[in-house]
């Protein structure tokens, strides 16, 4: 399994099935040829001419198109797609909870789906059969669960051998083969700050290359010296005057000098008469 895919590269959230004779579902792309350079039908016979292409849809393949018809028609409004199509695959702003391809498998046509697994089929024509002994399904999970997810598919004739991509297995004739790589982890998109906003900062201004912060203040060199209404006559712990008239009691002096027993409360609430009950 390759490490990464390229910054260029997405992981597919689909694949489905697609006549010959009409173009693609909205957002899909067909495989119309193998890496040999032969045309990729399936299912092509004698009663069914036309046969059926593979399409693979890329994450974020539907903001690319819709991106390039806003760039032919003309300058957008206040639009979503207003940044160029490589901008709109490049921006990495994907939901964590789309799904995307995970895996891919070709079954005995009988046999029942893995658990996870879906078939690929027509989304035009559900009941639209492609092979006769073998079916096509795949997986999908949530990006942001995913470990590995699949980039790219392609074909090939049955004794062609695809650097860098994995054999799912044969199917109509053709070999299917997938790319997988580790799961791309979705960047959050950084909002849009006011101008206010960002001028707010914890951080100190930084100084400029023709600013020097000055080393020295106005009041260095200048003696210290206290107020003569402040000083006292000696430098003794009762040096100021304004202390020297205080005297230290000590605890037995406070409790006898503020010593009070609550006699007069106490003979007349003696005195009263008993409450009626």
Known sequence: MDPGPGTDAAPLTGLVWSSASAPPPRGFSAISCT???????????????????LCQSPLGSLEVRDAHLQNARGPPTASVYSRSPTQALHHRSWNPQENVVADIQVLVDKSPLPPGFSPVCDPLDSKASVSKKKRMCVKLVPLGAADAVVFDVRLSGKTKVVPGYLRVGDMGGFAIWCRKAKAPRPVPKPRALSRDMRGLSLDPPAASSSFVLPLSSAMDGVPFTLHPRFEGKSCGPLAFSAFADLTIKSLADIEEEYNYGFMVEKTAAARLPPSVS
């Open 35 to 53: 890496v040999e350079g032969a045309p990729a039908s399936f299912g092509k016979s004698f009663a069914q001419k036309s046969g059926y292409f």
